[in-house]
């Protein structure tokens, strides 16, 4: 298939919107034809169709990419839904419930969801699993992470992705491990988090493994949007020939 993929970026006068217009811009094999914006939001975008209906947002291409808020993000994938076309989501925090929702918009659209869209930080998450597969709970596992300022989930959809790459190593649930707030001592087994938010951090993660002597340190930094944005497109490209369904970023890469 020869054609260019059409896009439609959410949000596509915010910070992430832009990087990934720039990104787009230079990729021959995609063409972005519509943005959206927050209702009461200046309706401009440079050679862009723009709303804030997501319905019709939906019906401007055959991919969006939406780097939003979990409340939009699931208004625009009830709609993708309708039509069987392609969702890329890099939002993060929902909760269980808007996730639910999710899976069965997956249904019949075909969705690449993840908390980070780097090909880094997908390798990453594979040196996590296998780290945490081969040390046992001898190791005890710290998860550090800083964003910008302005970010509002916490811990980020990265480090919990991160968590949860940890747990299955280790075939336990995140959820019965996680520690958000350190008290008193250590129990065996604990995934402990530690949040940083300032400046224009684009995002830093660190899973430490501490054990008797030693402390072994798997760490990302990431410098530039424009990673995510690249890995967003790489998804929407690749799921251009794909069934309806939930996938993931380690699905794109082949991981």
Known sequence: ?????????????????????????????????????????????????????????????????????PEATLALAREIAKTGGILVIGTTGFSDG?????????????????????????ILESLVKRTAELLGEGYDIEISEMHHKH??????????MLGRAA???????????KV???????????????????????????VMFAGNGELITLSHQGFSRTIFATGAIAAALWAREKKPGMYSMQDVIGL
Do not use: W
Request: proline content about 3%.
């Open 1 to 69: 298939m020869n054609d260019q993929l059409t896009l439609a970026i959410a949000g596509c006068t915010g910070r992430m919107g832009q990087a990934l217009i720039a990104s787009a811009n230079a990729n021959h094999a995609v063409k972005i034809t519509a943005g959206s914006v927050r209702p009461g939001t200046p309706q401009h975008a440079a050679g862009l169709y723009i709303t804030s209906d997501p319905a019709i947002l939906a019906q401007k291409a055959d991919a969006a990419i939406d780097f939003t808020t």
């Open 98 to 122: 808007q996730q639910k929702k999710l899976n069965e918009c997956a249904e019949s659209a075909r969705i690449v969801q993840s908390g980070n869209f780097s090909l880094g930080v997908n």
């Open 151 to 160: 970010k509002k989930d916490a811990p980020s959809g990265t480090a919990l």
């Open 167 to 177: 747990a299955k190593g280790r075939k336990v649930s995140l959820d019965d491990k």
């Open 180 to 206: 958000m707030e350190r008290g008193g001592e250590r129990e065996k087994g604990d995934i402990g988090f530690a949040v940083l938010r300032g400046g224009d951090v684009v995002g830093i993660h660190n």
